[in-house]
Antibody
Framework: EVQLVESGGGVVQPGGSLRLSCAAS????????MDWVRQTPGKGLEWVSL????????YYADSVKGRFTISRDNSKNSLYLQMNSLRTEDTALYYC?????????????WGQGTLVTVSS | SYELTQPPSVSVSPGQTARITCSGD??????AYWYQQKSGQAPVLVIY???KRPSGIPERFSGSSSGTMATLTISGAQVEDEADYYC???????????FGGGTKLTVL
């Protein structure tokens, strides 16, 4: 069974940093691209970032480009999101999601999310 | 930036057919995907590549796409289908995902 478990969320001040992690199991991790998607409380979904299965290609939403960095450690079956220069508008539930191939741009399974609150 | 447009809400009675639309300029060349999100839960994929249904998704869920509009159809909607539904696709480069604003489906 595919499982994705996010961690690392919390409360941080504007301008601060946070690193999210996603532990994956139940599939051959390096065969699949992975994404981060966020959801503002009570609102819709926003795609954040994508990394290919081999980690060689990364893409970002304009809203986070230059501030967030997606990475993965295939030896640890783990996905990461380093978030710097955080803003109040980054407050959201952050989901990791499993792609459907090494370079796919859509996803078939989601974790339960980790909550990030940016507030002074 | 690229946008997908959905109606904010759709309401039907149990047993009726619910149709949720999603419009976007790149949809003639890019697939649409549909995710269902029930209250307090993570999203679940219900339709991929415009019209394919993942295993475990009831046959009453179907999808289609024509021109700049994709449509999710729930034939004989059930009370348990009440949820927010999001369409998803990519921009013309294929490298940046985008979600529609979501449609709240009410079945009562």
């Amino acid at each position: 069974e595919v499982q994705l478990v996010e961690s690392g969320g919390g409360v941080v001040q504007p301008g601060g940093s946070l690193r999210l992690s996603c532990a994956a199991s139940g599939f051959t991790f390096d065969d699949y691209a992975m994404d981060w998607v966020r959801q503002t409380p009570g609102k819709g979904l926003e795609w954040v970032s994508l990394i290919s299965g081999d980690g060689g290609r990364t893409y970002y939403a304009d809203s986070v480009k230059g501030r967030f960095t997606i990475s993965r450690d295939n030896s640890k079956n783990s996905l990461y999101l380093q978030m710097n220069s955080l803003r109040t508008e980054d407050t959201a539930l952050y989901y990791c999601a499993k792609g459907t191939g090494g370079s796919s741009n859509w996803f078939d399974t989601w974790g339960q999310g980790t909550l990030v609150t940016v507030s002074s | 930036s690229y946008e997908l447009t959905q109606p904010p809400s759709v309401s039907v009675s149990p047993g009726q057919t619910a149709r949720i639309t999603c419009s976007g300029d790149a949809l003639p060349k890019k697939y649409a995907y549909w995710y269902q999100q029930k209250s307090g839960q993570a999203p679940v994929l219900v339709i991929y590549e415009d019209s394919k249904r993942p295993s475990g998704i009831p046959e009453r869920f179907s999808g289609s796409s024509s021109g700049t509009m994709a449509t999710l159809t729930i034939s004989g909607a059930q009370v348990e289908d009440e949820a927010d539904y999001y369409c998803y696709s990519t921009d013309s480069s294929g490298n940046h995902g985008v979600f529609g604003g979501g449609t709240k489906l009410t079945v009562l």
